[in-house]
């Protein structure tokens, strides 16, 4: 039986967007078909968000967690990895349209897998984004490297007390899993990494501030887990504010809204924002044009085989897609992509599309560290934590780390901060602390330059990268 979506051209075309746990998984699960695929991501990297934290505090190298994806699937020979930022997707004439630098390209397919992942949601107030970074890119993550060191050396340097008290408060929105392991290692690198390291000021008075409008810290994970990674905080030195709106952020504090009504003012330089996530915006693109229904994270509803309504050759998984019971996590992404990928090959070897197996998401559990030697787990009915979850947590991410390299460095790394207390990581430069106001004036003027220039208008060409070899 035919695929649908097939044409008459040699191979069928996979086209997948997206290098994240989906998109590299749909990829690695299509090896041995006979099919043309043309993975499309934005970044050259397939990022392990789960580590982001680390390179943001320094305890393993950004290389590490982001190895390039055509390293990763040089082998693949069915599969060629182009770089560009997706822009439009037409259902009807099966074609999507990407852009590299100023370059639009228009990619046919016969076969579409979208994991275009989510971003950091602001909830209205994007301009909170240049002094709050979130965690979601490698950008974020050394940015946030920078500010929060660049923060102590600024300190060491203040006669003010009060200058350098704001210089020294850390405080870290949204108290789930990535808030709970910033704010405990936010605080560690105070307290041991950076001991003793400074002549003017005592870095282990920092203040780390987690602070959540939620009445609780990790509230997926249940009370007693959340209580117990509190605990753990508290004990490192955290504050925690729990009832706490986020009403206003500039380049001095946050303002905050308590559940009492009343409001305050925190006077800090850093600010980290893990508390919301928005989908890709091609998730919209595709409800538009096929009527599925989208949440208030923009998430589109997808029908029990991943696919969109109407449109059985098109697959959106991973973090982007809302279907109950499937979290907004890495295995959610990778067990998706993996299913799509199955069926891709089964109906081309005959199967009937039309008798799908719905998909079955297989819940493994989660977990989140707090701080070195300490760690909450949930898998199925038992919760558990401290040392065990810790090693736990340690042994699952090495295992879903790419490649034995940064497997190996990874380990090593590891050692070092937490045995020894050392960091190999600090290094931050200026550019990376301040980048993200800079490009975004830089972005201005070239909007402007290109507003007066209609050379500079783009047609868009079609995709005539080679096509892949057999
Ligand atoms: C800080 C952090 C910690 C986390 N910790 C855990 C954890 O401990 N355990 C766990 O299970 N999960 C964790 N998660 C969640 C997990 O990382 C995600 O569920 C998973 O990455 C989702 O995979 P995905 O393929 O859907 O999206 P992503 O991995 O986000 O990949 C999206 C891909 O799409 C690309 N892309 C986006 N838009 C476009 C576009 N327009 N054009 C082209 N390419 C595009 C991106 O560049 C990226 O390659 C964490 C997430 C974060 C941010």
Same mark, same amino acid.
């Not at 209580?227 to 952020?249: F, H, N, P, S, W």
């Not at 893990?274 to 997808?302: C, N, P, W």
């Given at each position: 039986?035919?695929?649908?979506?097939?044409?008459?051209?040699? &191979?069928?075309?996979?086209?997948?967007?997206?290098?994240?746990?989906?998109?590299?998984?749909?990829?690695?699960?299509?090896?041995?078909?006979?099919?043309?695929?043309?993975?499309?991501?934005?970044?050259?990297?397939?990022?392990?968000?789960?580590?982001?934290?680390?390179?943001?505090?320094?305890?393993?190298?950004?290389?590490?967690?982001?190895?390039?994806?055509?390293?990763?699937?040089?082998?693949?020979?069915?599969?060629?990895?182009?770089?560009?930022?997706?822009?439009?997707?037409?259902?009807?004439?099966?074609?999507?349209?990407?852009?590299?630098?100023?370059?639009?390209?228009?990619?046919?397919?016969?076969?579409?897998?979208?994991?275009?992942?989510?971003?950091?949601?602001?909830?209205?107030?994007?301009?909170?984004?240049?002094?709050?970074?979130?965690?979601?890119?490698?950008?974020?993550?050394?940015?946030?490297?920078?500010?929060?060191?660049?923060?102590?050396?600024?300190?060491?340097?203040?006669?003010?007390?009060?200058?350098?008290?704001?210089?020294?408060?850390?405080?870290?929105?949204?108290?789930?899993?990535?808030?709970?392991?910033?704010?405990?290692?936010?605080?560690?690198?105070?307290?041991?990494?950076?001991?003793?390291?400074?002549?003017?000021?005592?870095?282990?008075?920092?203040?780390?501030?987690?602070?959540?409008?939620?009445?609780?810290?990790?509230?997926?994970?249940?009370?007693?887990?959340?209580?117990?990674?509190?605990?753990?905080?508290?004990?490192?030195?955290?504050?925690?504010?729990?009832?706490?709106?986020?009403?206003?952020?500039?380049?001095?504090?946050?303002?905050?809204?308590?559940?009492?009504?009343?409001?305050?003012?925190?006077?800090?330089?850093? &600010?980290?924002?893990?508390?919301?996530?928005?989908?890709?915006?091609?998730?919209?693109?595709?409800?538009?044009?096929?009527?599925?229904?989208?949440?208030?994270?923009?998430?589109?509803?997808?029908?029990?085989?991943?696919?969109?309504?109407?449109?059985?050759?098109?697959?959106?998984?991973?973090?982007?897609?809302?279907?109950?019971?499937?979290?907004?996590?890495?295995?959610?992404?990778?067990?998706?992509?993996?299913?799509?990928?199955?069926?891709?090959?089964?109906?081309?070897?005959?199967?009937?599309?039309?008798?799908?197996?719905?998909?079955?998401?297989?819940? &493994?559990?989660?977990?989140?560290?707090?701080?070195?030697?300490?760690?909450?787990?949930?898998?199925?009915?038992?919760?558990?934590?401290?040392?065990?979850?810790?090693?736990?947590?340690?042994?699952?991410?090495?295992?879903?780390?790419?490649?034995?390299?940064?497997?190996?460095?990874?380990?090593?790394?590891?050692?070092?901060?937490?045995?020894?207390?050392?960091?190999?990581?600090?290094?931050?430069?200026?550019?990376?602390?301040?980048?993200?106001?800079?490009?975004?004036?830089?972005?201005?003027?070239?909007?402007?330059?290109?507003?007066?220039?209609?050379?500079?208008?783009?047609?868009?060409?079609?995709?005539?990268?080679?096509?892949?070899?057999?």
């Amino acid at each position: 039986m035919t695929h649908p979506g097939a044409t008459l051209s040699d &191979k069928h075309r996979v086209v997948i967007i997206g290098s994240g746990f989906g998109g590299l998984n749909a990829a690695q699960k299509l090896k041995r078909a006979d099919v043309d695929i043309k993975l499309i991501a934005k970044t050259t990297h397939h990022l392990f968000q789960p580590l982001l934290y680390q390179v943001a505090t320094g305890i393993i190298s950004e290389g590490e967690i982001a190895p390039p994806t055509r390293v990763i699937l040089r082998n693949q020979k069915n599969c060629q990895v182009l770089l560009g930022e997706v822009t439009d997707i037409d259902l009807t004439n099966r074609t999507i349209d990407s852009l590299l630098l100023g370059h639009s390209y228009r990619t046919p397919y016969d076969t579409l897998i979208v994991a275009a992942g989510v971003g950091q949601s602001y909830f209205g107030n994007d301009h909170f984004a240049e002094w709050a970074p979130g965690m979601k890119t490698i950008d974020d993550a050394l940015e946030l490297r920078g500010r929060i060191l660049g923060a102590f050396e600024q300190a060491e340097r203040s006669s003010d007390p009060e200058r350098r008290a704001k210089l020294l408060t850390f405080v870290v929105v949204g108290a789930g899993p990535t808030g709970v392991e910033m704010a405990g290692q936010i605080a560690e690198l105070a307290d041991y990494t950076l001991r003793g390291a400074f002549r003017h000021i005592d870095s282990t008075k920092a203040r780390v501030i987690l602070l959540d409008a939620a009445p609780a810290v990790l509230p997926p994970m249940g009370e007693k887990l959340g209580l117990k990674a509190a605990a753990r905080l508290e004990k490192l030195g955290v504050e925690i504010q729990l009832g706490a709106m986020v009403t206003d952020v500039d380049r001095n504090g946050i303002t905050v809204k308590r559940n009492d009504g009343s409001t305050e003012r925190i006077e800090c330089a850093t &600010k980290v924002w893990s508390a919301g996530v928005a989908a890709s915006r091609l998730g919209k693109i595709l409800a538009d044009q096929s009527g599925a229904e989208i949440d208030r994270a923009g998430r589109i509803r997808v029908m029990p085989d991943l696919t969109i309504p109407g449109h059985p050759n098109v697959f959106a998984v991973g973090d982007m897609a809302l279907m109950d019971g499937v979290p907004g996590q890495a295995q959610g992404a990778i067990q998706g992509a993996r299913y799509a990928a199955r069926l891709i090959k089964a109906e081309l070897a005959g199967a009937d599309p039309t008798a799908r197996e719905p998909f079955h998401y297989f819940d &493994k559990g989660s977990m989140a560290t707090v701080s070195r030697f300490s760690a909450v787990a949930k898998v199925g009915p038992v919760e558990f934590g401290g040392f065990i979850a810790w090693l736990a947590w340690l042994f699952l991410h090495l295992i879903y780390l790419v490649g034995f390299r940064a497997r190996l460095a990874t380990t090593l790394s590891w050692i070092g901060t937490f045995v020894g207390s050392k960091r190999g990581q600090l290094t931050i430069t200026e550019q990376q602390a301040y980048a993200r106001t800079r490009i975004e004036q830089l972005e201005e003027i070239v909007a402007e330059v290109e507003g007066e220039d209609d050379e500079a208008t783009e047609t868009v060409r079609a995709d005539d990268s080679a096509t892949v070899a057999s």
